[in-house]
Every structure is written in structure tokens, then in C-alpha cells.
């Protein structure tokens, strides 16, 4: 039985980075910016997470894959994820390392002209604000004649 | 969610009352943007009609869940199992979807008021309204921006699209002053320090920046002379067109009240 003094905010900050939003499993919700607080009391965690857009469907499945990782960190034997409002989350949250990863999963981060994840031209235009789940825009790059999708800036 | 922990009883039957109120315009609206999913005259409209309710929908359940945290009822209950006469919708958004224009003058005269009344709320010394209220804001500008393009698309896209976007005008403006229809409880509110200044007090501000969009599109504020909203939903009377809405959105949930979904 590991003392619980060996259960620190990184390792379980670490942990987190395996679980990922369901839509964008190359994302995990740390470099998404969701996890705000942690809290470690003895061998109970608990983590708040910062919903992304109000009522996503994959909120549930994100809190349930977090807590089923959690349980896996050595000591852990109570995890409680939930979700505050507080602070807003905005894609401002999202890392520098996580911006890479969405671009190279095929849709442009958020922030200035857009890039196009196929050819890397900055010729892009919005084409429709709305796109195919409520956090994407979807783009037109003039370079490559291809439609992309782009996050919406929050 | 932590609300409404500092406010007296009646303080916080105010705010449930106001909350509800802001539940209800959201979900009735909601639900009438959702009937244009595979109905839309463009299928990328199709798809922002399709988001946008979606976004509406989210926005309702989350005044539901503060709902629930104040009061304890369940936000399925409360979107689906009340009766017609205790929906605080205002009438306008209750109202079928009619032809295009009509569809976006409401949704964007709708989203101005909304926006109005959540940056009020961005000043409540409730916190978790405030943030909700930053949260719904990002948002929403997506509806706004996407508003006033549709507005200035239909006054210039020739005659008959002028005249039909006239004439949602003249029908939507009228109705659309009963979201700030005045309430009884909305001085305690004030008192309480949830919101700074009661909401009905918006109408003013709300019909300045609706004057100032039409005339950018060359469109007109008619002579005024009507009723505002005559039917009054934010006292609870509705009328048929609330009642159908009801039946075909709560039909699978009766089947069944306590199913998990």
C-alpha cells in the first residue's frame, strides 16, 4: 500500500492525459484546458473539469472515462470528476501542444487566419460559421480547393 | 452548482421564477429551430438551424440544472412534464416557424434581447450566473453574427424577399416586447442583488438597437399603435400553437417519465 503522501497533483494531472474528448481522440482534456482544480484527500481524488460548450454530449463520457482512469493511479481508491462553471472555459485553455495536435487531426485551432490542415496555406475563408458538430466552423482553402473544419473560438 | 445561498426564501423563489422564465424562451425556441433540421431552404442552413437548437436546448437545460440545485426538480420534468399554463415562455417564441423571414427576424430579435439580458447577468453577485452568463455569451455571438447576416441578406435580396422580411417585422416587433414583459418579483431580485436593474427595463435598450439594425437594412419600424404581447406567455397564457409544441416534444418522454436515457 503506497503512502499517500506519493499521490501528488502531477501524477494524477498525468494520468489525465489519456483520457481524451471522444469527437478528438488525439486531444487529451488537459491540453484541452478542462482540468481546473485537483484535489487529493488521502486516497480519495476529486477533479473538477470545465464543461466546453454548454451540454456537449461527450461531456458524460469524458467524466466517466476520468474517473475509471483515475481509479487506476496506485492509492486511488475514490475518484469524483465534476463539472464547474466557473471560471468559463474558452479556447484560450487550449495548449500549444494541444492547437498541434488538432491540426494535425485535420482541424484547424482556434486564433488569427487559419491554416489549412491539408496543405498549410494560409489562403483559407470561412465558408459556413456552422458546421458539422456545434464547436466547429467549417473553412474553404483557395490554395488546395479543399473544405476543412475549424474549432470555433470561444 | 451552488446558487441562491445567501438570498432569503423570497429572494430565491424570484429567482427560480426568473430562471424558469429563461429556461422556457430557450427550449420553446429551441425546439421551433429544430424543426428546420432536413427543411432548411440551404443545407448549410440546415445545419446552423440544427446547432443553434442544439445550443438553445443546452442553454435551457442549464437553467433547468440551477433550477434543480435551488428547488430539486428534475430538468426532464421540468422541460416535459408541466402543464401548458405553467410554461413562462414569452408568446412570440411559442409562435410555428410561418416562412423564412419570419424564422430570422424572431431568432435574431430574440437573440438581441438575450443578449441584453445576459449581460445584465454578468453583473449579478450571484456568481454561477455570472459565469453561465459568460459561458452562453461566447455562444450567442455566433447567433447574432449569423442574424444580422440573414437580416441584411433578405431586405437586399430583391422584392419579394424585402417585402416578406418587412412583414415578419411588422408581425415579430410588436409580440417580441412581451420577453420583458413586467413581473412581480423582479424588484426582489433587484433588492437581492441578483440582478442590477429589473429586466423589463430592457425593452427600451432593445427597441433602440432593433430600430438601429432595421434602418442598416433599409428596413422600417412601423407605425406602432399594437398591443405588444396581447396573449401574454410570461403569465402563463398560451395559445394552440404552445400546446401542439408540447405534445410532439414531451411524446417520447411520457412514454416513459422515469426511463433513464
Not at chain 2, 65 to 87: H, K, N, T, W, Y
Request: glycine share 8%.
Amino acid at each position: 500500500m503506497l503512502k499517500s503522501e506519493a499521490l501528488t497533483e502531477d501524477a494524477v494531472r498525468g494520468a489525465l492525459r489519456s483520457v481524451s474528448d471522444p469527437e478528438i481522440p488525439v486531444l487529451s482534456i488537459v491540453d484541452l484546458g478542462l482540468v481546473e482544480e485537483v484535489r487529493i484527500l488521502g486516497e480519495r481524488v476529486e477533479v473538477d473539469l470545465l464543461p466546453t460548450f454548454t451540454g456537449c454530449p461527450a461531456l458524460g463520457f469524458i467524466a466517466q472515462a476520468a474517473e475509471e482512469r483515475l481509479l487506476r493511479i496506485p492509492g486511488v481508491r475514490e475518484a469524483k470528476v465534476s463539472f464547474t462553471f466557473d471560471p468559463a472555459w474558452s479556447t484560450d485553455r487550449i495548449s500549444p501542444a494541444g492547437k498541434l495536435a488538432l491540426q494535425s487531426f485535420g482541424i484547424a485551432p482556434p486564433g488569427g487566419v487559419p491554416a489549412c490542415p491539408y496543405c498549410g496555406s494560409h489562403k483559407t475563408r470561412i465558408d459556413a460559421s456552422f458546421g458539422p458538430t456545434r464547436c466547429r466552423s467549417v473553412y474553404y482553402c483557395d490554395a488546395c480547393q479543399n473544405p476543412f473544419e475549424r474549432m470555433k473560438a470561444l | 452548482m451552488l446558487i441562491g445561498r445567501d438570498l432569503s426564501g423570497e429572494g430565491r423563489a424570484a429567482l427560480g421564477e426568473y430562471l424558469l422564465l429563461l429556461g422556457d424562451d430557450e427550449l420553446v425556441l429551441g425546439h421551433r429551430d429544430s424543426e428546420w433540421c432536413a427543411f432548411a431552404p440551404l443545407i448549410e442552413e440546415d445545419i446552423a438551424f440544427a446547432s443553434i437548437a442544439q445550443d438553445e436546448i443546452s442553454h435551457a437545460a442549464l437553467f433547468y440544472e440551477l433550477i434543480e440545485s435551488l428547488r430539486g426538480l428534475g430538468r426532464d420534468q421540468l422541460a416535459f412534464g408541466r402543464p401548458v399554463s405553467e410554461m413562462r415562455n414569452a408568446t412570440i417564441l411559442e409562435r410555428e416557424n410561418r416562412d423564412w423571414a419570419f424564422t430570422v427576424v424572431r431568432h435574431y430579435f430574440y437573440d438581441v434581447a438575450d443578449d441584453l439580458r445576459t449581460e445584465q447577468l454578468l453583473h449579478s453577485q450571484e456568481p454561477i450566473l455570472r459565469s453561465v452568463a459568460e459561458r452562453l455569451r461566447r455562444e450567442e455571438r455566433y447567433h447574432l453574427e449569423h442574424g444580422q447576416m440573414w437580416l441584411r441578406r433578405l431586405s437586399q435580396g430583391g422584392p419579394e424577399a424585402h417585402r416578406r422580411t418587412q412583414a415578419a417585422v411588422d408581425e415579430v416587433l410588436q409580440e417580441c416586447r412581451g420577453i420583458f414583459h413586467p413581473l412581480a418579483w423582479e424588484q426582489t431580485l433587484v433588492a437581492e442583488g441578483v440582478l442590477p436593474q429589473r429586466p423589463s427595463l430592457l425593452c427600451a435598450r432593445f427597441q433602440e438597437r432593433i430600430a438601429g439594425a432595421l434602418s442598416d437594412c433599409g428596413l422600417k419600424v412601423q407605425a406602432d399603435g399594437g398591443q405588444g404581447d396581447a396573449l401574454c406567455g410570461r403569465m402563463g397564457h398560451h395559445g394552440p400553437e404552445l400546446t401542439d409544441l408540447l405534445e410532439t416534444m414531451g411524446e417520447v418522454w411520457r412514454t416513459d417519465p422515469l426511463a433513464a436515457w
